[in-house]
C-alpha cells in the first residue's frame, strides 16, 4: 500500500494528512497558519514523524496563492506575490522537498481540490469540469480535456469583473487589487463588510442572499460560457448555508436564458451545479491528490 502526504495550506490554517486514500488516512492535524518558518516547520516535523514509521511516496501542497506552479520555472513551488503579510516570495515546496527528500506537488488550493474531485468526489468520469470555493476567498480551478488547466500561471476565477449595478449595491467591495471583482463582492469579508454581521449569522430570509445568489451566479454564467464545463462543483464555507445552492441554479438559469441548450442546464440544474463529493474534506483530499499526481509525473 501506498502512502501520501497532503498538506491544505489556507491562509488561516494548515491541514496535513497521510494515507492512502480518502477512506484510509492513518493520521491528521491541523494548526493556525502563522509565519512561514514557524507553520511550514510544524508541517515538516508531522510529516517527518509519519515518513519515519511509514514512508511517504510524496507529499502534495494545496495553497492558497498567488503562486507558482510551473515546474519548469525558477520560482516553482514558491507563494508569489500574496498580500498576506510574512508569506510573499516564499520557497514552500522546496522546503518540505529538502525535508523529506520526497517529490513534491504543488498547486493552488482549488486546482488541488479539483483533483481531488476528479478521483473520488462529484466530478468522477467527468474530462472537463471546474471547482470553485466561495470562502474567505474566492477561487476555481478547471479540469479541461482531463488536465489541470495552468497556461500562463493558474486561474484566478474569483477576479473576474462583474457588472455592478451601484444604484442596487453601492458597496463598492474588498479586494484590494480591484474593488468590486466576484472575490471583493461576494467572498465572505465582503458580505461581513457590507451588512455587517458575519455570513453564517444572516438569517435566510435576508436580502444578503439575493444578492450573493445573483454575484455567483453571474460568476458561474462567464465560466459556462467560457469552458463548457460538464458540471460545476462549488464548496467553501459560504456555500453551507443549504438555501443558496438552489437561489444560485435558478439565478444561473434566468441569466443564460435558454441559449445554452444542454439538459444539464436545462432541465438537471440540481445535479450540474453541486456541492463537493468530498465536502469539507475537498481541501486535504485535493492535497493528497496532488501528491498522487507528482509521484506519477516522475516527481519534481
Ligand atoms: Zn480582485
Given at each position: 500500500?501506498t502512502?501520501?502526504?497532503?498538506i491544505?495550506a ?11 486514500a ?16 514557524e507553520?511550514?516547520?510544524?508541517a515538516?516535523a508531522?510529516?517527518?514523524?509519519q515518513?519515519a514509521k ?8 494545496a ?17 508569489t506575490?500574496?498580500?498576506k ?8 515546496a522546496?522546503?518540505i522537498?529538502?525535508a523529506?527528500?520526497v517529490p513534491v ?9 479539483a483533483l481531488?474531485?476528479?478521483r473520488w ?5 467527468l474530462?472537463t ?13 478547471a479540469v ?6 495552468h497556461g500562463?500561471?493558474?486561474p484566478?476565477m474569483?477576479h ?9 449595491d ?9 474593488g ?9 469579508p465582503a ?5 455587517g454581521?458575519?455570513?453564517?449569522t ?5 436580502p444578503?442572499w439575493l444578492?450573493e445568489?445573483h ?6 454564467v ?5 469552458l463548457?464545463p460538464?458540471?460545476i ?5 459560504v456555500m ?6 438552489p437561489?444560485?441554479r435558478?439565478e ?10 444542454a439538459?444539464?442546464?436545462l ?5 450540474y451545479?453541486?456541492?463537493?463529493g468530498l465536502g469539507?474534506r475537498?481541501g ?10 507528482a509521484?506519477?509525473?516522475g516527481?519534481v
Amino acid at each position: 500500500m501506498t502512502f501520501w502526504g497532503g498538506i491544505e495550506a489556507g491562509g488561516t490554517k494548515f491541514v496535513c494528512a497521510v494515507g492512502s486514500a480518502p477512506d484510509n488516512l492513518s493520521a491528521e492535524t491541523r494548526f493556525p497558519t502563522t509565519t512561514p518558518e514557524e507553520t511550514i516547520g510544524r508541517a515538516i516535523a508531522f510529516f517527518a514523524a509519519q515518513h519515519a514509521k511509514t514512508p511517504l511516496a510524496a507529499v502534495g501542497i494545496a495553497a492558497f496563492g498567488p503562486l507558482d506552479p510551473n515546474p519548469a520555472s525558477p520560482t516553482f513551488g514558491f507563494i508569489t506575490n500574496t498580500p498576506k503579510p510574512g508569506w510573499a516570495h516564499t520557497d514552500f515546496a522546496a522546503a518540505i522537498r529538502r525535508a523529506l527528500g520526497v517529490p513534491v506537488g504543488f498547486d493552488t488550493d482549488v486546482n488541488g481540490a479539483a483533483l481531488g474531485e476528479l478521483r473520488w468526489g462529484a466530478a468522477q468520469g467527468l474530462d472537463t469540469f471546474v471547482y470553485m470555493t466561495v470562502g474567505s476567498g474566492i477561487g476555481g480551478g478547471a479540469v479541461v480535456n482531463g488536465r489541470l488547466a495552468h497556461g500562463l500561471l493558474h486561474p484566478e476565477m474569483g477576479h473576474m469583473c462583474l457588472p455592478h449595478d451601484r444604484q442596487r449595491d453601492p458597496f463598492p467591495g474588498v479586494c484590494p487589487f480591484h474593488g468590486d471583482c466576484l472575490e471583493g463582492l461576494a467572498a465572505g469579508p465582503a458580505l461581513e463588510a457590507r451588512w455587517g454581521q458575519r455570513a453564517e449569522t444572516l438569517p435566510p430570509d435576508h436580502p444578503a442572499w439575493l444578492l450573493e445568489a445573483h454575484y455567483l451566479a453571474l460568476g458561474l454564467v462567464n465560466v459556462i460560457c467560457t469552458l463548457s464545463p460538464q458540471r460545476i462543483v462549488v464548496g467553501g464555507g459560504v456555500m453551507t448555508q443549504p438555501h443558496l445552492f438552489p437561489l444560485v441554479r435558478r439565478e444561473v438559469q434566468t441569466l443564460l436564458n435558454g441559449y445554452v441548450k444542454a439538459p444539464a442546464i436545462l432541465e438537471q440544474i440540481d445535479s450540474y451545479i453541486v456541492p463537493p463529493g468530498l465536502g469539507d474534506r475537498a481541501g486535504v483530499l485535493g492535497a493528497l491528490a496532488l501528491a498522487q499526481h507528482a509521484a506519477e509525473m516522475g516527481g519534481v
